[in-house]
């Protein structure tokens, strides 16, 4: 099954920009469904990724950060054909992580 | 699956493993050690901190401690929403030693949308998509050099993203 | 002269009747009426921003938009839409078999008049069209899948510009002026037609939106909207629209939707493809 994770990092000079794309339905747990019952709360709690052996940023997530998830960030170093990973897992326990390569 | 301990359980585990003093045990952030081969860890969610319905609250909950206004903090969000659901923002700011960076939107249900943890090495930048349910303030916060600084902005919403 | 008095009171609001005999029909003499309209009421607007809808209209809205096409919200249907594009039949063919070129570029020839049957048909019922003669059970017009798809095939066709044909048939040249017609028609219990929105007012707000010009308005389609969390088909744009003036949806794929977008899809010519579009 594909992964739920889209990567897409650029190294330029000393710094590598990554931007990642999550499919997750992020759900409030504030939203009704069409029998009008509340859809309990389903959103990503923590991504991580990482670089070189070493954690490179942390999201801390809450069901205000929209569906199918965006984020960018940027870190020092990194070249292109390194190995960057990308994993998560929320409040239900699920959970999912992606090797992706800098470019 | 691995079963998830629930909240009092799990403050008792972090203050175990000999978390720092000087911000909630185990939920301050920046000062927790946690391996860096791991996978995203659930235990890292400082669900007390997602549950505050104030900045005040929220900041305390998450650093222990609270912001001042900075000019050194830049917060990109438009002025009026297209839609409440998908809301564009990006965060920058040009303090150094930046170790966090943290967003709340003051008028949704819970005051904190998300935390960032920055690594040294990483850059003072992040950029996502926020819900907002209403018209609100949105208030970028940055942990640099131990303590605290935001930026606010207000956006207007004309169609809430909490559905309804 | 009369075809122009007839626009221009059509450009109004006002319902047209069929004042008009088949060979009185000119889709080039209404295809340059009504670029000068919407290049003359929006000139500082660049020809090939017209497909982007609201964003062309509002600099704030189109600041959002840009953010969020740095990694499209629609990224994950468009994989789906690949997918299902490449996967075989149960007989073994693929949609590559039903379509020029392969199925890959070809969003912008439709829709499309076909002499044999007589009728206008989408992309839509292309599909689905090609599903029946393989042995599958057609797609429904209002669901994802067929969204995930056509957004795919329109992908393929970025930025080539929209080549609409009308042969020089009675029965196209009907169907094209019935969707003209249909585009000029009040109806609902709002009492709007499609141009009382889209002609008389884009940039301007209703309720919470800010209205989207009607040139180039089929190029972004499908589209994926904040408000439905996901990517929605033709039909179920022009049917939700139908039934958010309070009038009653026909159904999707009905004649009359597709002789609308054949008239309005050949108002674009020459404008670039932009879909699958993403909307507030």
């Known amino acids: ?9 650029v190294a330029s000079g000393d710094t590598t920009e990554v931007q990642s794309l999550i499919q997750h339905p992020m759900d409030s747990g504030f939203v009704k469904d069409s029998k009008g019952q509340i859809i309990p709360p389903h959103h990503i709690e923590v991504v991580q990724f990482e670089h070189g052996g070493k954690v490179v940023f942390t999201a801390l997530w809450g069901p205000a950060i929209s569906k199918d998830p965006y984020l960018k960030f940027s870190f020092k170093g990194g070249k292109k054909g390194d190995d960057i990973k990308v994993s998560w897992v929320d409040n239900k326990g699920a959970s999912d992580s992606f090797v992706g390569k800098i470019q | 699956m691995n079963e998830r301990p629930d909240a009092p359980d799990r403050a008792r585990r972090l203050v175990l493993k000999g978390a720092v003093a000087g911000g909630l045990a185990g939920l301050a952030l920046g000062s927790f050690p946690f391996p860096a081969f791991a996978d995203a860890d659930a235990k890292d969610w400082p669900a007390d901190a997602f549950k505050q319905k104030t900045e005040a609250d929220a900041l305390k909950a998450l650093y222990g401690k609270s912001a001042e206004a900075s000019d050194k903090v830049s917060l990109d969000a438009p002025e009026i929403a297209e839609n409440g659901a998908v809301v564009p923002i990006s965060v920058t700011s040009t303090l150094p030693g930046v170790t966090g960076i943290a967003v709340l939107v003051l008028e949704n249900p819970n005051t904190l949308a998300a935390a960032y943890k920055i690594p040294a090495g990483s850059n003072a930048m992040v ?11 949105v208030v970028a916060v940055v942990e640099s050099g131990g303590k605290l ?3 606010t902005k207000e956006v207007k919403v004309t169609v809430g993203g909490c559905g309804g | 002269m009369l075809r122009k008095v007839v626009l221009a009171l059509a450009l109004l609001g006002v319902t047209v009747q069929p004042l ?3 060979n009185d029909i000119d889709p080039q003499a209404d295809f340059k009426a009504f670029r000068k ?14 497909v982007n809808g609201p964003y062309s209209m509002d600099e704030g809205l189109r600041k959002q938009w840009q953010a969020k096409e740095e990694f499209p919200p629609y990224d994950f249907a468009l994989d789906k839409g690949k997918e299902m594009f490449g996967k075989p039949f149960k007989n073994g063919k693929t949609y590559a078999d039903c379509f020029p070129n392969k199925g890959v570029g070809v969003r912008q020839m439709y829709p499309m008049f076909d002499t044999k049957t007589g009728e206008v048909i989408t992309l839509d019922v292309a599909i689905n069209q090609c599903r029946q003669q393989n042995g599958e059970a057609p797609l429904d017009y209002l669901k994802d899948d067929m969204a995930s798809l056509t957004a795919y095939m329109a992908f393929t066709s970025r930025g080539k510009p929209m080549d609409i044909k009308i042969p020089n048939d009675p029965r196209a040249l009907a169907a094209y002026k019935k969707g003209e017609q249909f585009f000029y028609t009040r109806r609902g219990q709002f009492g709007m037609s499609c141009a009382s929105c889209h002609v008389q007012n884009p940039g301007n707000h209703i309720r919470t939106e800010v209205l989207a010009p009607a040139l180039g308005i089929m190029n972004a389609l499908p589209i994926y909207r904040s408000e ?5 088909s033709t039909s179920r744009r022009l049917t939700t629209c139908n039934a ?3 009038g009653v949806p026909l159904a999707p794929e009905a004649e009359e939707y597709r002789d609308v977008e054949y008239f309005l899809s050949y108002m674009a010519n020459g404008l670039p493809i932009s879909g699958p579009g993403a909307r507030p």
């Open chain 1, 1 to 9: 099954m594909a992964s739920t994770i889209r990567i897409r990092a």
């Open chain 3, 244 to 246: 958010q003036i309070r």
């Open chain 3, 37 to 50: 309209y919407f290049t003359e009421r929006f000139p500082k607007v660049p020809l090939k921003d017209f």
């Open chain 3, 20 to 22: 008009l005999a088949a």
């Open chain 3, 228 to 232: 439905w969390g996901g990517m929605g």
């Open chain 2, 127 to 137: 950029a996502s998509r926020l819900k907002m349910a209403k018209t609100s303030k």
């Open chain 2, 149 to 151: 600084f935001s930026a």
